[in-house]
């Protein structure tokens, strides 16, 4: 049955509540009402830390978009990701703010105390002394793709990385190195 004719002068419907922007993930919660798209080098911990400023915690973000999964293994660029769902979080459709991997400018770094030449000089504060095997972060890295590809525990990369930003690992800086192997 083709569908049935509009009335001359009767208002279109309009779609109520905000436009979800794609692409998106599956099993992002159904009312979220802020998004934010991914770029390249971002993280969860990051996100939150950059983006929220207290208005949701890391928590709050994993349940809102399970796609990238417990660890932010599932975190892409280019995606649009939720911050806000009534109540709780960022609010105002897409939300532009970016993140950042990069350096602190108030910070100076040096080779980890009583190291050696043979420690890179620009190394990220909180690194072992001792360490034999070094990397240097780039756009993208996340601590558990390192783990992953240096087959070492997150255990052992937090005590031998004391400052990329606890346990959520939110705060690698770009182009300096962080201790892979002992």
């Known amino acids: 049955m083709p569908p049935s004719p509009t009335r001359p002068g009767a208002p279109s419907p309009t779609p109520t509540g905000p436009t979800k922007p794609k692409p998106t993930q599956p099993g992002l919660d159904a009312s979220c009402t802020a998004f934010y798209k991914a770029v390249p080098g971002d993280s969860c911990w990051a996100i ?3 983006l929220a400023g207290g208005a949701f915690s890391l ?8 796609a990238v999964g417990d660890e932010c293994a599932g975190l892409q660029a280019a995606v649009y990701y939720c911050v806000g769902v009534p109540g709780r979080g960022l609010s105002g459709g897409v939300v532009t703010k970016p993140t950042t991997t990069s350096k602190p400018a ?3 770094t040096q080779r980890p105390t009583g190291c050696t030449a043979a420690a890179p000089a620009s190394t990220q504060p909180g690194s072992v002394c001792g360490c034999r095997r070094w990397h240097k972060v780039v756009q993208g890295d996340a601590c558990g793709a390192l783990e992953r590809a240096y087959r070492i525990s997150h255990e052992d990369f937090m005590r031998w990385n004391t400052q990329v930003g606890g346990d959520e690992c939110g705060s ?4 300096y190195n962080v201790c892979v192997g002992m």
Do not use: E, I, K, R
Request: negative net charge; charged residues 10%.
């Open 59 to 66: 928590d709050d973000f994993y349940a809102w978009n399970p």
């Open 172 to 175: 690698l800086w770009l182009g």
């Open 106 to 108: 108030s910070t100076t």
């Open 48 to 50: 939150v830390q950059n």
